[in-house]
């Protein structure tokens, strides 16, 4: 668990959204800067393309993203993971071609007060669920496979990897999941993997939004899905 609990409690709120965050103009050009960049990740497994925003790629963009998030949750430290020569990164470019499951972006330095994270939607179809239901732990995927409980999570840790855990069906309650929402958003996860979660806010992206939620807040893609979805994920800390 993370060592400042009660300062990272003491900052947590509700999900929202921040509408005309960017204007058509400026989705086009970030558009064009996630077309140049080379890939990171393509994971296979998740149908995942990941790419890193480094610092000094595209600096009007990267001073129209730090200057309007400051705008919104005032002053913060960027926390996603650096270059190895040091070099800032600025977020994760993801595309998507299937639901991402339940997981946390809780970091890997247990020392750090984590703040929020911010999703950039660049494209019009997508969405993503917030859970009630909150884990001060590492970045970690949660699921009930033991195929996947198997995978040694604290190598994971080292190498700033989520660790893979079951920990939450027994931090919540024993309720079974609302079948309405697993039908209409959440077909893609096993539904007693979910079992004491309920569901706070159901994102659904608009292009020029900026989406802001707590990094401790469970949550996942929806399974519907477009054919593909990119979106821009930043982590904070204070």
């Not at 972006?105 to 969405?127: A, M, R, V």
Request: a neutral charge.
């Amino acid at each position: 668990m993370h060592e400042n609990l009660n300062k990272i409690k003491n900052l947590e709120s509700s999900p929202r959204i921040v509408k005309n965050f960017l204007n058509s103009n400026e989705v086009e050009k970030f558009l064009e800067l996630y077309s140049k960049l080379p890939v990171t990740v393509n994971n296979l497994k998740q149908k995942v393309i990941k790419k890193r925003w480094i610092s000094g790629q595209g600096e009007e963009l990267e001073k129209i993203l730090r200057d309007r998030i400051k705008l919104e949750i005032g002053n913060f430290t960027m926390d996603n993971i650096n270059e190895k020569n040091g070099t800032e990164c600025l977020g994760l470019f993801q595309e998507s071609f299937s639901p991402i499951g339940l997981h946390v972006d809780g970091g890997f330095n247990l020392k750090d007060i984590i703040y929020k994270q911010t999703l950039l939607p660049l494209s019009n179809h997508g969405e993503t669920i917030i859970f009630k239901n909150r884990y001060h732990g590492p970045s970690t995927s949660f699921t009930n496979t033991e195929a996947d409980l198997k995978e040694n999570s604290a190598e994971n840790f080292k190498k700033g990897k989520n660790v893979r855990s079951s920990d939450h069906l027994k931090m919540y309650s024993n309720e079974p999941f609302d079948k309405n929402n697993y039908e209409k958003y959440l077909k893609h996860e096993d539904i007693n993997n979910l079992k004491g979660l309920e569901v706070e806010f159901v994102y659904k992206w608009n292009l020029g939004d900026l989406f802001i939620f707590d990094r401790t807040h469970l949550h996942c893609s929806s399974c519907n899905i477009d054919g593909e979805k990119i979106g821009l994920a930043v982590f904070t800390k204070k």
